[in-house]
């Protein structure tokens, strides 16, 4: 069958360039692991299933004044209100944290009060109400740390079957590298996360274990040809037959994600954000992390990949 090949024929030193990628990679870790660590201190913008609070989306029917909305909270006792307005909508969202016995007085159907009847010439409807309690958040938060680190078990083990466990060790840290980078980028944007930021990390985790196997399975192919001499030229030669494949991967993704951010609106913005970026990084690290971290591991000699 003929493919389309948009690179043909590249003969790019991947592996001359690692040195570079781990510097790289590292300053982008250790943002990443502050900013896990500032998650679990609860010093990031964590959204109400994360953290327990309220969350309140009104539609209004003429453009609002944020200031006064601002005012009127802090007057009921609302101060630590987070107010955010859809431009050219009028959307606003309020998000008020969990604070003692909060949740379990309803708080929304008071706010809904207050402003109705402190804006009675414009009206609202309410799209949408969350409530959860501190307790169930920091179950969620408990739950999703565990499902990361399933999934990375999860990785090592197929992989260890597929190739063998040194190939699977670096998916893994492939994997979790994507996923490190993803929150600590977040986590300095201010952005805010929730189980639907959770769900796109283990989209990109499968996005980036996919790619690394298709590496991964040319770097076998080419052991058994025995093209190359050693490990390293081995990984340029398939990192570089692949390159088409991979490039072409990535855009048509990228475009349907792009499309999401783009007219998804404002309830799958940070989602689809999220997905953006760890397209790139997660093609990024197939390439200059989990390869060269089997090459470092596996060493220059050429000895077969089990089938």
């Known amino acids: 069958m003929t493919m389309i090949e948009l690179v043909k024929n590249t003969k ?22 502050v900013g896990t ?27 609002f004044s944020m200031n006064e909305i601002r005012s009127l909270l802090a007057k009921a006792g609302h101060g630590e209100a987070a107010l955010q307005e859809v431009s050219g909508e009028n959307i606003l969202m309020i998000k008020l944290g969990a604070h003692g016995s909060q949740v379990e007085k309803m708080v929304a159907g008071p706010v809904e009060k207050l402003l109705r ?9 309410v799209e949408s109400v969350s409530e959860i309690g501190p307790a169930i958040g920091h179950k969620l938060r408990q739950d999703a740390a565990l499902a990361l680190l399933i ?13 063998e466990f040194k190939f699977g060790v670096a998916a893994a840290i492939a994997t979790f590298h994507d996923v490190f980078v993803i929150v600590g980028i ?3 944007l201010g952005i805010e996360m929730d189980l639907l930021f959770i769900t796109a990390l283990l989209t990109i985790g499968g996005y980036s274990l996919t790619d690394t196997v298709v590496v991964f399975d040319r770097v076998r192919e080419n052991i058994r040809l025995r093209k190359m001499k050693t490990f390293s030229e081995t990984i340029n030669l398939s990192v ?9 991967t990535s855009l048509t993704t990228f475009l349907a994600t792009v499309s999401l951010l783009a007219f998804g609106g404002i309830v799958l913005r940070d989602f689809a954000l999220a997905l953006t970026m760890g397209i790139a990084i997660g093609t990024y690290s197939s390439i200059f992390i989990a390869s060269p971290v089997v090459a470092l591991w596996r060493g220059e000699k050429m000895t077969d990949v089990k089938r």
């Not at 991947?14 to 943002?31: I, T």
């Not at 913008?45 to 969350?55: F, M, P, V």
Request: aromatic share 14%.
């Open 37 to 63: 660590v500032q998650i679990y201190r609860g010093q990031a913008n964590l959204g109400i299933d994360l953290e327990g609070g309220t969350s309140i989306q009104l539609k209004f029917q003429k453009p």
């Open 151 to 163: 999934s990375a078990l999860a990785i090592i083990l197929y992989l260890a079957w597929r190739f």
């Open 12 to 33: 790019i030193d991947f592996m001359g360039l690692k040195k570079y990628a781990f510097v790289f990679s590292a300053l982008l870790l250790v943002l990443g692991l």
């Open 117 to 125: 009847e402190s804006l009675p010439g414009n009206p609202f409807v």
């Open 186 to 188: 977040f986590w300095v």
């Open 240 to 248: 570089n037959e692949v390159l088409s494949r991979t490039i072409i």
